[in-house]
């Protein structure tokens, strides 16, 4: 087990032997999933592989049953989302983006109340000040809304962005974006691949979740495929196939690579 001592130096996240169940279904088994650091890793898989759970499970939405998660070569324990913040990690979820009865800023300032302190943010910052933080953040990113705007009265892909650029506001380590292009025209996906590929460049490290293995053969350093809850297998992005990453997510890991495993065992 030296290997995993050491590992931390490569590996921003090491999440190993996680098993997720609901109920009967077993969602994730038994499945390592290891980040390096400053890369872009696509985690991809056909609907229901897990891949929403397995990244839930490093942002606090949800405990494992059983695995360890180590972040920056330690141990830790994920209880909730204000410890995953803590630890530099941000998520944008799949199923939770927006909220579209709060304006712009409300939404990039939303949850992290408890940042500066007991009060919330809402009463310790002035709203100008706010709007002003939220409107260089959008500035940066050259995402162009209106920071005052109700985000229910912007467009699905603008809202995306948003949900986005939030994760930017703390200067995180690790950025897991779930499925941010799905409701994008290609023109949006477009400059959410460029915003993945300007944050790698500020050092972050990257997991990105989608169906679209287009903007995946364009965007990741390696792809790693879970298949019915179980890893089937991580690809390099030079040796990019299109076929075998679709034969894995439909099939699984291949028998021989599943024996090398057991052998390595
Ligand atoms: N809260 C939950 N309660 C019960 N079952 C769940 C829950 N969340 C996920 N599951 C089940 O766990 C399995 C994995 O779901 P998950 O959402 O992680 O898949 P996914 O790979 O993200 O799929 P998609 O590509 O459709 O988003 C599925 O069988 C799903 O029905
Ligand atoms: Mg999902």
Redesign the pocket.
């Known amino acids: 087990m030296a290997e995993a001592t050491q590992s931390g130096d490569d590996h921003i996240v090491e999440m190993e032997g996680i098993t997720k169940t609901?109920?009967e279904?077993v969602?994730l088994e038994d499945v390592t999933f290891r980040l390096r650091r400053n890369e872009i890793l696509a985690l991809a898989?056909?609907?229901?592989?897990?891949?929403?759970?397995?990244i839930k499970c490093l942002a606090g939405a949800l405990q494992p049953d059983s695995g360890t998660i180590r972040v920056d070569g330690e141990v830790v324990e994920i209880p909730n989302p204000r410890v995953s913040k803590d630890l530099g990690i941000e998520t944008t979820f799949?199923d939770l983006a927006v909220a579209g009865n709060l304006t712009v800023t409300q939404n990039i300032f939303l949850g992290r109340e408890a940042v500066s302190g007991p009060d919330t943010l809402f009463g310790v910052l002035d709203k100008p000040a706010m709007r002003k933080r939220a409107q260089e953040l959008l500035d940066d990113l050259e995402i162009h809304v209106d920071v005052a705007e109700k985000v229910s009265n912007l467009s699905g892909g603008e809202r995306q962005l948003v949900s986005i650029s939030r994760t930017l506001l703390s200067d995180p380590k690790i950025v897991i974006m779930d499925?941010p292009t799905s409701a994008l025209s290609v023109e949006g996906a477009d400059r959410v691949l460029e915003l993945i590929d300007r944050m790698q460049k500020q050092g972050i490290s990257i997991v990105l979740i989608s169906?679209n293995l287009d903007y995946i053969r364009r965007a990741a350093d390696r792809i790693h495929v879970?298949h019915q809850?179980r890893s089937a297998g991580i690809i390099d992005a030079t040796d990019f196939d299109q076929d075998e990453i679709v034969k894995r997510m439909v099939g699984g890991m291949p028998e021989e690579e599943r024996d090398e495993q057991t052998a390595d065992v």
């Open positions: 609901f109920g279904v969602a898989g056909d609907n229901g592989a897990g891949k929403s759970t397995l799949q499925e169906h879970l809850g």
